[in-house]
């Protein structure tokens, strides 16, 4: 069940919002139970399989967690993240490792016929954030009920944001909040989730089509590719890739806003970010605070000096590539992102020029485009096809690679258009503040629902919504970092 | 309040969009029909009919006679080429007295032409002075194999209650919002360089055998589809011409069916329109073996489509 499809957003969004807020009126446990089991019914949608390994991971995970608490014996942790990563690791990493390892001998079948189940790498995540987090003295879930609603919660169980218990349990912990409070938050919540939707629907499947048909373009015909089609397909995918996870996290956050909840937020216009440094702490912020908080400090992180610093960042990023796929391209986008990001760390900590930021903010955007360009290829032969027509040192290409040739055209505005979006325009959570605050309107403030700049908003939602939801049509399609 | 405004907001945009679609479609798509297969759901007869009855009311009805208007299957709507070289464009330049439209659909069989093309056609409530049919077999005699390879609903009988149908109505009633730009968008408009013969892989199974045919019995089944198709293209048009798609017959052998067979239900078409009086039949059998006239086994390339519009210049009176 996608949140960009008919049923999620008339059948099971509207029932999941309505037992939601009628139950926390009588019981607020309740209401979080039928959320939780709702959410077993959004993940079962996909394959009714996949239960058999979330709930007992669930339940093993709150024991564990009810051990480490109770004993504090660090054997309880180890075997925690020892067991979630034996699980991610047969899931994801078993075919590659075996592969790779056997010198890329025939894998036997039931490897090759094993399943990913779906969000398993974020899931994982967040259960081994939980476990460490008891272990450092975090207070562990008061009940079992609202741990499985913590991994449950739908909006975030699939593509996240890794939400860490400690901050949803947090808000859980508050209990229902005032009628009004969750008015103003379920509003907000709906202008967040309508932006999403359209960025998902109008740019990120837009942009799909070209970059996708030119990757296989490139990886089915022996011809080179055309400069031209190379740039399309890096600049289409690098806003593809951008403008469909953000999606994904901004409807995640808004429902999240629906039923009165904050989750983190996960990206913070990328693309408008001027070194690498900067670009990951504005691309999936929670991934990367993930890796900071649990593998880069508990590794070390500065604190024993410039040598071991400049190992962890390359050990971070190898595992930050690792994590998106089982490939050596994904290892190698990570690899390369860490080289460019210790150079960063280097540079500011060693060299005394500042570059301007109109030399910076390109490069850094640059630098990430050339590496989506790994990162989305199948294998090497493509992505060294593509990156060779970028750079112009691919023969001459004889055909092009959209049968289309009319449709360059559009293509090309559509994708300049979107980059503009991406490299100047504010993104959509201070899009959907900016909205609410009413900051365009005279007045500065919306004061009631009969306020000019209150109608004008909803009138602003109800087209973006229209226009999101009757694109929709039948073609609807998943969400990258579903892949992952 | 706030869900009546998201309600309106929603409905004025609605309106603004729809209005701007229409006006684009009707003047964007005058000779050659929109390729449906736009469509982001399956194909329906249903619509089908509704879009050639939109189609046909806009242009071929208001336009002074004598009219002429092509309905059939890729071969017709001039596949894969933009709509100034294929035959149909280049028929009407040689005829400059008569107003010529294209009313075809790529992938329809001999059941979707009956029932959604030429259903749309009854439903503008069209007079013409000329139909010319394709009588696509190939793609029949799959689909009565019960064979389908097209994202083509098996058509229902037509509806003749459909009636005239106007773009803006059309458009409101199917709220696709950017499901409508790739209808704006003739892909099909792209110039594409010519080429000859390339004789592709096709879908298994999709040139029926000899056997299948005579074991299944699709002969009788695909005359009585013909004379249907004939019988309302007759009510339509004051002369009707029909001619079996052509097709390469050794391609068919190169890429390992039965040519005979082929050859064998192409002949069964011909005849089969033969058997309905006051229908001109054209044979295209001449074309069947001329290699250089041919982009894929069944489509004609850009020298094709030239000596085909003067074969038919030729033996349309």
Not at chain 1, 51 to 73: D, F
Not at chain 1, 164 to 183: E, M
């Amino acid at each position: 069940m996608l949140f960009n499809s008919y049923f999620f957003l008339f059948v099971f969004l509207p029932t999941a919002l309505a037992a939601f807020h009628l139950l926390r009126r009588e019981s607020w446990p309740r209401a979080l139970a039928a959320v939780s089991v709702l959410s077993l019914i959004f993940y079962a949608s996909w394959d009714p399989r996949y239960l058999a390994l979330l709930v007992p991971s669930l339940l093993i995970n709150y024991w564990l967690g009810e051990q480490i608490a109770r004993t504090r014996r660090r054997l309880w942790l180890v075997a925690g993240i020892v067991a979630n990563l034996a699980v991610i690791g047969w899931f994801k990493y078993s075919l590659f490792f075996y592969v790779n390892l056997t010198g890329g001998a025939e894998a036997p079948d039931f490897l090759r016929d094993i399943a990913l189940p779906l969000g398993i790498s974020f899931i994982t995540f967040q259960k081994i954030a939980y476990l460490v987090d008891i272990w450092r003295g975090y207070p562990k879930a008061s009940s079992f009920g609202r741990f499985a609603f913590f991994v449950l919660f739908f909006p975030q169980l699939i593509a996240g944001p890794i939400v860490l218990f400690r901050n949803l349990d947090r808000q859980v912990g508050r209990g229902p909040r005032p009628a009004a409070r969750y008015r103003a938050m379920a509003y907000f919540g709906l202008i967040l989730f309508a932006i999403g939707l359209f960025k998902k629907v109008i740019f990120a499947d837009g942009l799909g089509y070209f970059a996708d048909t030119i990757f296989a373009f490139a990886s089915e015909q022996p011809s080179p590719l055309h400069p031209a089609d190379a740039w399309l397909a890096a600049l289409s995918y690098s806003l593809q890739l951008y403008f469909d996870f953000s999606a994904y996290s901004d409807m995640a956050i808004g429902i999240g806003f629906m039923f009165g909840f904050r989750l983190p937020t996960n990206f913070n216009s990328p693309y408008q970010a001027s070194t690498m440094i900067d670009f990951w702490r504005r691309w999936h912020m929670t991934l990367s605070a993930f890796f900071r908080e649990y593998v880069y400090i508990p590794l070390g992180g500065n604190r024993r000096g410039a040598a071991w610093q400049a190992v962890f960042v390359i050990v971070v990023f190898l595992l930050t590539g690792l994590w998106h796929g089982a490939g050596w391209t994904f290892v190698a986008w990570g690899g390369i992102h860490g080289l460019l990001v210790l150079t960063n760390h280097l540079w500011t900590r060693w060299s005394t020029i500042r570059l301007p930021h109109l030399l910076t903010w390109p490069a850094t955007v640059l630098a990430a485009v050339f590496l989506w360009v790994i990162f989305r290829s199948p294998n090497w032969a493509v992505a060294t096809k593509v990156l060779t027509a970028m750079t112009f040192s691919a023969p001459e290409a004889a055909t092009r690679a959209l049968n289309d040739t009319l449709a360059y055209g559009p293509a090309w505005a559509m994708t300049i258009a979107i980059g503009v979006m991406a490299l100047l325009l504010p993104n959509s959570r201070r899009l959907a503040r900016h909205v609410r605050r009413g900051r365009w309107l005279p007045g500065r403030t919306v004061a009631a629902p009969a306020h000019p700049a209150f109608v004008v908003q909803a009138l602003i939602a109800g087209a973006i919504l229209y226009f999101a939801i009757a694109s929709i049509g039948t073609m609807q399609s998943k969400f990258i970092y579903f892949n992952f | 309040m706030f869900l009546l405004s998201l309600l309106i907001g929603g409905l004025v945009l609605h309106l603004a969009w729809s209005s701007v679609m229409a006006f684009l479609l009707s003047s964007r798509y005058v000779h050659r029909m929109v390729d449906v297969r736009r469509w982001p759901e399956e194909v329906e007869a249903r619509r089908t009919a509704e879009m050639v009855s939109m189609y046909l009311t806009h242009t071929v009805a208001p336009s002074p006679p004598p009219a002429t208007v092509f309905f059939g299957s890729s071969v017709a709507y001039g596949y894969p080429w933009q709509e100034e070289v294929t035959f149909a464009a280049r028929y009407a330049a040689m005829r400059p007295a008569e107003h010529v439209f294209n009313a075809s659909v790529i992938g329809a069989d001999l059941a979707f032409i009956d029932n959604a093309i030429l259903c749309g056609a009854t439903n503008a409530g069209l007079k013409v002075d000329k139909a010319i049919i394709e009588l696509q077999v190939v793609l029949s005699v799959n689909s009565l194999a019960r064979i389908t390879f097209w994202k083509f609903a098996p058509p229902e009988p037509c509806d003749e209650t459909i009636g005239r149908v106007g773009h803006w109505s059309f458009v409101m009633r199917h709220p696709l919002a950017a499901g409508w730009l790739p209808f704006i968008w003739d892909d099909k408009a792209s110039p594409k360089p010519e080429r000859g013969l390339e004789v592709a892989e096709v879908y298994a199974g999709y040139f029926i055998s000899r056997e299948d045919y005579d074991n299944l019995k699709l002969e009788p089944k695909l005359h009585a589809q013909i004379a249907a198709v004939l019988n309302r293209a007759k009510t339509i048009a004051r002369e009707v011409y029909a001619f079996p798609s052509p097709i390469y017959l050794p391609g068919v052998r190169e890429a390992r069916y039965e040519a005979e067979s082929v050859h064998a239900y192409q002949t069964a078409a011909l005849a089969g329109c033969r058997a309905v009086p006051g229908v001109h039949c054209l044979d295209t059998e001449s074309f069947y073996t001329r290699r250089e006239l041919y982009w894929n086994l069944t489509h004609f390339n850009q020298r094709g489509q030239g000596v085909f519009a003067e074969w038919l210049a030729q033996n349309v009176k």
